[in-house]
């Protein structure tokens, strides 16, 4: 299998999405990728159960792309050998009437991961400044002082709220929360496929709604949207990896491969030590209950 050096993924500088490829050819078989991906899922699960003895951080994965990128598939395929304890996924639809009493980060916050777990955000905090900006209508609906109108939301008024997002960010990096941002870069002829597939495809009908075609016309101020967030918001304490998607099993893998790499370079986690007391009666405690009948 063709090795792929995963910091070239990394968001680093400034990008144009246009120029970065939504497919990469590792060179092997779909059966090959499996059996990686599956060492891998492996490794995490050992390691996430090592997190959770050690309580120290929390890992927040970040999962965004056009309709039909793959996100939930690749959810269920990197994370199914993990505890189920030790992983939550949320996935943030439109904001209910509770949510739209708060503002726009407070869901998000709720659903942060606790010491020793993960949470993967299906659709992210991000829409905040995707679909918002290419549907600035939506923003009225966050009844927020001094915008009565979409002619009300300036500028100033996206900075302000990608400023916002980087202090979120930062916030929870410093207080023990690692955050990995993924961008699950597909290509519109290869999004054409995948909704051709919902629809001649029975099983997979329920997938597809006419909504799609409409978001899909949208391609191109979706992809400025997208790359101008990358851009802004792609920092060390939470970068952007924009990850090839044409191949659903390559994305995967990559992902997961991100996900262990980033990980393994936090050395401090490490399982606790026992009190010197208990280490040193172990032989009695084992003994103890050898002999019980």
Not at 151 to 160: G, K, L, R
């Amino acid at each position: 299998m063709k090795h792929i050096d995963t910091s070239s993924l990394k968001v680093t500088q400034t990008i144009q999405l246009h120029k970065i490829p939504t497919f990469i050819d590792v060179a092997t078989s779909e059966k090959k990728k499996e059996k990686k991906l599956q060492k891998i899922r492996e490794k995490l699960s050992s390691l996430q159960d090592k997190m959770y003895a050690h309580n120290k951080y929390g890992v927040l994965i970040c999962l965004q792309g056009m309709d039909t990128a793959g996100k939930d598939s690749l959810i269920r395929e990197v994370f199914k050998e993990f505890n189920a304890r030790g992983v939550v996924v949320h996935s943030f639809k439109t904001p209910n009437s509770t949510e739209l009493e708060h503002d726009y980060l407070w869901r998000h916050y709720l659903a942060l991961p606790e010491k020793g777990k993960f949470s993967v955000f299906n659709r992210t905090h991000y829409e905040n400044v995707l679909v918002t900006r290419v549907h600035p209508n939506y923003i009225l609906n966050e009844n927020i002082p001094g915008i009565e109108t979409v002619e009300d939301i300036t500028s100033a008024f996206w900075d302000n709220r990608f400023e916002s997002i980087n202090a979120f960010e930062k916030h929870i990096a410093t207080n023990g929360i690692i955050v990995l941002k993924f961008y699950l870069h597909l290509s519109k002829e290869e999004q054409r496929q995948r909704l051709l597939r919902r629809l001649e495809t029975e099983k997979h009908n329920w997938k597809f709604s006419p909504g799609d075609l409409k978001e899909r016309e949208l391609w191109d101020a979706y992809q400025n949207c997208y790359e101008d967030a990358i851009n802004r918001t792609s920092k060390e304490y939470a970068p952007w990896y924009v990850v090839p998607a044409d191949n659903k099993e390559t994305c995967r893998y990559l992902v997961a491969k991100i996900i262990l790499e980033t990980l393994q370079q936090y050395t401090d986690i490490k399982e606790p030590e026992l009190e010197d007391e208990v280490k040193e009666n172990i032989k009695m405690y084992h003994d103890k209950l050898a002999s019980e009948k």
